[in-house]
């Protein structure tokens, strides 16, 4: 397997030991003739691939960009232009879909779809990691555009996992040892209520008839790579456990300002055809509302994730 980037191989450029469990392609092993460009956002995460075909992709095509998907954390493919079944099958093949949504139904779409459309209030101009309100958030989502404005709706990732890094010392200890609460009820609790009764979709195998907040670790531990993120975001992190509310917003709003430093941030610029997947372990997303009245229509998958540990555990 050959992946350059811009010219060199990342396999010179990567520490073998920094990228553990499934990133299943060996630094530097040339396996079963996948060969694709890789061109990196920037220093630390996100990158483009360039020269697959989503939808002929081979089993090592998808293996390689589910490992490519781990080590950058978000990775755009550009001229795909699947459809919703399309989508979801390239899903099948990185992991287990899950419903669109544990509570929201998209209407005119299939159930594993969560369609965000700008003239029916889809917007997603706040920094979040997507559906943390659930004991086991999504391990990552993949969205396509179906309307685009002409300008704008640009969407950005921030890397919880560089954002960790950079904290000082005290910091990073301070905070490994708290949880949080992430409440899903102040977005989605009106709107479960009247929906058919409480009945929302089936989230792991359970019908979810009610959204408890949870508590996750502030600090994630990896399941794949075992290197820590901070796992808090402003979409549904309601409070730190156990402190006083200043503390809590005083802790929490130190934490976000760090996370969503610029150099913590990639930004996407949409064209039709494009398909991006994103590690949701350990990343936030914001999507720009800069168009006005123009439309905008994304259609997103999940794939199942694990219940998040942290360090302690
Ligand atoms: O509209 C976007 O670009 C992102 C929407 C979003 O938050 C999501 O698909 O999870
Ligand atoms: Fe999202």
Redesign the pocket.
Known sequence: MTISTHGTTTSEQTDPSEHTAVSAIPAGTVASGVEFDIDEFGPNFGAEIRGVDVAAATDDEVRAIRAALIDYKVIVLRGQNLDDAAHIEFGRRLGDVTAGHPVWNSGDVPAEV?S?DSTDN???DVW?T?VTFMPRPPMG?I?RPIVLPRNG?D?NWADAELAYASLSAPVRELVEKLTAVHDGSREFGYYLKQRRGGHGNLWDGKEVTELPPVSHPVVRVHPETGRKSLFVNPGFTSHIDGVSDAESRGILDLLYAHLTKPEHIVRHR?RLGDLVLWDNRNTL?Y?NRDYGDNR?V?H?ITLRGDEPIGPAQ
Do not use: I, N, Q, V
């Open positions: 969560y965000l889809g917007f997603a979040h997507d989502s969205l709706g969407t949409w997303h999507a905008r994304m997103r």
